[in-house]
């Protein structure tokens, strides 16, 4: 009983430590152009299933934005990155 007990213990732990890292994922990359409270806003309205795939598209629009960064191209983003940057855009409208 002890040893599920732990194992569940750990698993709670691994997906708490897991949300946390893509919550700053999101952050690091929301602050570049936005602000803490903009960021912190969107952040609880990004759709778990989207959240990684929002980080990568924000990503490489940051990039775009970057000296020496080229303009960002929607054919360059795949289909995931797409649908990630759809659901900041939501977040960011609903956070205004």
Known sequence: MRMVSLGLAFCVLAIGLSTAAHADDFMNE???????????CMSDKIPADK?????????????????????????????????????VVIAQASCM
């Open 30 to 40: 929301c602050l570049v152009t936005g602000s803490q409270k903009m960021c912190e």
């Open 51 to 87: 959240r990684a795939a929002a980080v990568s598209g924000m990503r490489k629009s940051n990039a775009s934005t970057q000296p020496g960064g080229n303009l960002l191209d929607p054919s360059t983003l795949s289909q995931e990155q797409m649908q990630g940057l759809d659901a």
